[in-house]
Structures are given as C-alpha cells and as structure tokens.
T-cell receptor, first 110, second 116 residues
Framework: RKEVEQDPGPFNVPEGATVAFNCTYSNSASQSFFWYRQDCRKEPKLLMSVYSSGNEDGRFTAQLNRASQYISLLIRDSKLSDSATYLCVVKFNTGNQFYFGTGTSLTVIP | DGGITQSPKYLFRKEGQNVTLSCEQNLNHDAMYWYRQDPGQGLRLIYYSQIVNDFQKGDIAEGYSVSREKKESFPLTVTSAQKNPTAFYLC???????????????FGAGSRLTVL
C-alpha cells in the first residue's frame, strides 16, 4: 500500500464551482500535512499546510481527519488560474522524509 | 532573494554517459533532497541529506550518487547504471528538526533529463 494515495482525477469543473479533493495516508504516526500545487512542467509550490483544527486561506480550506487518516482540500469559486495538479504531502514523525501522492489534476473550464 | 537553483534546466545525454545535476540553495537549510518525477506519477525520493558529509538513500537510489561537501550544495550524479534515467529531477530543501519552518519543502525549478 502506498504511504499517500490520491484520486488522480482529472476533475473538470466550470468557473465558479466548488471542488474538493481527498487524500489518505497509511501511517498513523504522521506528523505534518500539506497541499502543494504543481503547474505543468514546473516545480511544486506550497499551497497550504494543514492543521489539526482545519484552516482556511481565502477560497481554499484544508481539513485533517486523524481518526480516518485523510486530509481534504476544498476550493470555492474556482478560477481559471486554479487549473493545476494538487499534490498531497505527508511527513511522518520518524525521519525527515516527505511522502507525496500522485497528484489530482484540476481543469477549470470557462 | 533566497531560493534553490538547479542547473541545467534541460539536459540530453547519450546512453552510457554519466551526468551531474547541480543544486545550490541560499536558504541556510540543513536538509536537502533529490526527487524524480515521471509522467503520471508522484515524486519519488532518490537521496536526502540532513547535514554536511552525510546522506541517506531514498526509495530509488540505485544508479544514482550524491555528495554533500557544503551546506549549500547537493549535486546528483545519474550514472550509466540507471536503467531508465529520462525524467524530471527536482531538488528541494528544508530546515531540520523542530524549528519553525522545518516541515516545509522548498523546490528548485527542476532539471529535465532526456537520454537519447
């Protein structure tokens, strides 16, 4: 079983729609959780960290459910510029390694 | 501005040749990482280093080698022993331990290697 699993999509949504991505992780000792955004042929960039109480940054909301071992990302009022691949990243308590999901592809359609 | 510089951005190599990818950071980060990304796949860890003169194998270290002689630099050599080296290579860094920001990875722009 992979350490981090995501639905690869693709998700094709109209502008203004709300879209949600989920990600599951296998190690209950996981310490830190993140969502990264990766544009085509570019490097991943941090979108937001995910905190235990959930957190919001503008149109983006991240949630963590430790009991069920999943994290989610909600994007409200989708913009064309949100089109990208969203990577779920988990860091375990042991060592200093980060584990990546395969990414979920989002295309926002005019 | 602080950041991570990778070079070259694009590289073509003939089969049987070794090639070295450069990664330099001026973020004063302790930990550095090399990942490989193939189309439709997630990032896979090749090697990582927590301190100077020390590094550990990741999940796919075979056919690769690294060195960490300076805190700022973590070059990756793709050797002829790597069976399928064509990929997008990403270098990243983070602070180490429990310091604020230790959990955030910062990436370079990547190096795209094609074996002809």
């Amino acid at each position: 079983r992979k350490e981090v699993e995501q639905d690869p999509g693709p998700f094709n949504v109209p502008e203004g729609a709300t879209v949600a991505f989920n990600c599951t992780y296998s190690n209950s000792a996981s310490q830190s959780f993140f969502w990264y955004r990766q544009d085509c042929r570019k490097e991943p960039k941090l979108l937001m960290s995910v905190y235990s109480s959930g957190n919001e940054d503008g149109r983006f909301t991240a949630q963590l459910n430790r009991a069920s071992q999943y994290i989610s990302l909600l994007i409200r009022d989708s913009k064309l510029s949100d089109s990208a691949t969203y990577l779920c990243v988990v860091k375990f308590n042991t060592g200093n390694q980060f584990y990546f999901g395969t990414g979920t592809s989002l295309t926002v359609i005019p | 501005d602080g950041g991570i510089t990778q070079s070259p951005k694009y590289l073509f190599r003939k089969e049987g040749q070794n090639v070295t990818l450069s990664c330099e950071q001026n973020l004063n980060h302790d930990a550095m990482y090399w990942y490989r990304q193939d189309p439709g796949q997630g990032l896979r860890l090749i090697y990582y280093s927590q301190i100077v003169n020390d590094f550990q194998k990741g999940d796919i270290a075979e056919g690769y080698s690294v060195s960490r002689e300076k805190k700022e630099s973590f070059p990756l050599t793709v050797t002829s022993a790597q069976k399928n080296p064509t990929a997008f290579y990403l270098c990243a860094s983070s602070m180490w331990g429990r310091a604020s920001g230790a959990n955030v990875l910062t990436f370079g722009a990547g190096s795209r290697l094609t074996v002809l």
